[in-house]
Nanobody, 113 residues
Framework: QVQLVESGGGLVQPGGSLRLSCVAS????????MNWYRQAPGKQRELVAS???????NYTDSVKGRFTISRDNAKRTVYLQMNSLKPEDTAVYYC???????WGQGTLVTVSA
């Protein structure tokens, strides 16, 4: 069973950047589609970005051009580079494998002046 551990969240000013990391245990990380979701206070969890096992990427419209998802299979890690952050990006960000089958514990991102 794969376990996921996120890191990299924190407080950042509007317009700033953060990079989230998600490290997976297990030996077969490379075959998993990996996703980043987020959940803002009082809102439903939403899919932010995904990267398949063959490195095909997709983003929700609100983050296109600002966020970049990538993966390093040798390090069993998926990243979410977040630039030009806005207050509405404030949320708990969750790493997931296989479209919600496996979840990390989440990391809080707060965008505020």
């Amino acid at each position: 069973q794969v376990q996921l551990v996120e890191s990299g969240g924190g407080l950042v000013q509007p317009g700033g950047s953060l990079r989230l990391s998600c490290v997976a245990s297990g030996r077969i990380f490379s075959i998993y589609d990996m996703n980043w979701y987020r959940q803002a206070p009082g809102k439903q969890r939403e899919l932010v970005a995904s990267i398949t096992s063959i490195h095909r990427v997709n983003y929700t419209d609100s983050v296109k051009g600002r966020f970049t998802i990538s993966r390093d299979n040798a390090k069993r890690t998926v990243y979410l580079q977040m630039n030009s952050l806005k207050p509405e990006d404030t949320a708990v960000y969750y790493c997931s494998a296989e479209w919600g089958q496996i979840w990390g514990q989440g990391t809080l991102v707060t965008v505020s002046a």
